[in-house]
């Protein structure tokens, strides 16, 4: 008897390059985000990861890293962030690229502001097929900016880490450790410093200090304790040690330290500006970063109202879920056969 052959239809393979900017102390959010969605890929996304050579300085770096990049594509090209000019040297109708913020010209103006809405944002657009946004909020941003295509541009939210997890903590109302993320100018480190000045608190600060941001938490008489250059475990222990996150930025193309303290489950208070409201729905308290009344009655009310904070901490763990790695990663995956399925469709000969 002459055995039956057994065909399992498979998937057809995508070779897809992410292009990662160079490594950065203390900078590893979009490292994390795209580490994160490769190990959630499902089998027919094979990934190469791509990293600059050069860190993002000068303009002969970033010719040899555009260079090298032209070197290195796939069937799909997905530039994942930061270093957007990338783009030029790739083809087109192959390439993705994830803006995560218009940081930059919110804080520029005049000439270099026009420079870089040139070389970070129109001109790396105009050579994508497709832009992904981590927010809504991003996506208004992006369409007033630039003219581009709606229906090619996809909002696909950060993931947080399978690292955060809950984690039990006896809420210290005497003296609650505050964490802070980020010391950048849109961190608003200072608004936040003076809404709990003369308290008992003690503000853990993530990221570098400069002298007057030193010599202004001095002044204000702020407990704090500074780690700079920390692992990932030590941050999400940070994470861990807190009594609650006050992430009261002035602009945030996301805002992943809302959901990774929700995960965590320590309650939060951010801005009412920007994606944070989108991110945080309802699962943290909503302050005006402009004003530091408001800043400091969000904190009172978190440490002073116990039933509030409870409430706050079970709907961060139902808004977390929401940022599940394996549902982002499947996401990307969509999106990476739908270019790969496009860029095949045009190589296709027309039929007589």
């Known amino acids: 008897m002459i055995p039956t052959a057994v065909y399992q239809r498979t998937e057809a393979i995508i070779k897809i390059t992410q292009f990662m900017r160079h490594p950065r102390a ?30 993002s300085k000068g303009v002969t770096a970033r010719l040899k890293d555009i260079w090298f990049a032209r070197l290195e594509q796939g069937d799909v090209n997905h530039v994942t962030g930061d270093v957007h000019y990338l783009t030029f040297l790739l083809k087109k109708r192959r390439t993705i690229l994830t803006i995560h913020d218009f940081v930059l010209l919110e804080q520029l103006s005049g000439c270099r502001r026009w420079i870089i809405w040139l070389l970070w944002y129109f001109l790396p657009a105009k050579k994508s097929a497709k832009i992904v946004v981590i927010s809504n909020s991003t996506k208004r941003q992006l369409l007033a900016h630039i003219r581009y295509p709606e229906e090619d541009v996809h ?173 982002i990663a499947e996401l990307y995956a969509q999106l990476y056969r739908q270019v790969a399925n496009d860029e095949t469709r045009l190589k296709r000969p027309a039929r007589k």
């Open 155 to 327: 909002v696909i939210y950060n993931s947080v880490s399978s690292e955060f997890t809950p984690s039990v903590k006896q809420f210290n109302a005497e003296s609650p450790r505050i964490l802070q993320i980020g010391t950048k100018p849109n961190k608003n480190l200072s608004r936040v410093a003076e809404a709990i000045s003369n308290t008992e608190a003690t503000l853990v600060i993530i990221g570098p200090l400069t002298r007057s941001q030193h010599e202004m938490l001095k002044m204000l008489q702020v407990r704090y304790e500074n780690h700079i250059g920390i692992s990932r475990d030590e941050l999400v222990n940070q994470y861990r040690l807190c009594d609650l996150l006050v992430f009261a930025s002035t602009y945030e193309g996301f805002g992943l330290p809302i959901v990774e303290a929700n995960a965590v489950g320590r309650p939060v208070v951010t801005s009412d500006w920007w994606s944070m409201p989108e991110v945080a729905a309802d699962a943290a308290c909503l302050v005006d970063p402009s004003d530091v009344k408001s800043i400091r009655n969000g904190i009172e009310r978190v440490i002073g109202d116990a039933d509030y904070r409870e409430k706050l901490i079970q709907l961060g763990f139902e808004n977390a879920k929401r940022f599940a790695a394996s549902s």
């Open 26 to 55: 203390g900078a590893f959010s979009i490292e994390r985000l795209f580490g994160d969605v490769r190990e959630n890929l499902p089998k027919d996304c094979l990934v190469r990861v791509h990293t600059c050579r050069n860190a």
